[in-house]
């Protein structure tokens, strides 16, 4: 049964919109129960954000991510290449996710090759440190294509 308002609702949207503790409980998020079967195969807590449950291993979940021009048309280029060639539809989320995909199967050699790079430092944002910045990422692609290279085979149809 619900329970009693304490107070009259704002009358107004403005005013309902402007509710900073309406917006609050809007944006939380109630963790839901999972079925039996789920609760054997998932530790169930999603570890970067703990108050959410997992209730789908296809959940999707929505990520914002910074790139420079050069890196974005590259990714651009990528995701126009395999549409091309394979002729199916395909967005940049299809192809980061193959990628991570391809990245996951191959951690054990990516850690290898990744503690050869040794203690980093993370390069300043200021506009004069790209240099940097480009230096900084290009040992850590580096990294990452031995690592991928030393893996052994996906089998694609898995």
Do not use: Y
Not at 92 to 113: F, K, Q, T
């Amino acid at each position: 049964m619900p329970r009693p308002l304490r107070e009259n609702p704002p009358s107004s949207a403005v005013a309902r919109l402007l509710d900073a503790e309406a917006a609050s409980r809007a944006l939380s998020v109630a963790a839901l129960p999972r079925p039996e079967s789920q609760i054997a195969r998932s530790s169930g807590a999603d570890h970067r954000h703990p108050e959410i449950v997992v209730q789908d291993a296809n959940m999707l979940v929505k990520r914002e991510f910074v790139l420079t021009s050069a890196t974005d048309e590259s990714l651009c280029q990528l995701v126009d290449l395999l549409r091309r060639t394979t002729g199916a539809r395909m967005s940049a989320s299809h192809v980061l996710r193959a990628l991570i995909l391809g990245l996951s199967h191959a951690r054990p050699s990516l850690e290898s090759e990744i503690r050869r790079l040794g203690s980093l430092r993370l390069p300043s944002n200021a506009p004069d440190k790209l240099s940097d910045r480009a230096q900084f990422e290009r040992r850590i692609a580096a990294a990452l294509v031995a690592g991928m290279r030393a893996a052994a085979s996906l089998d694609s149809r898995g």
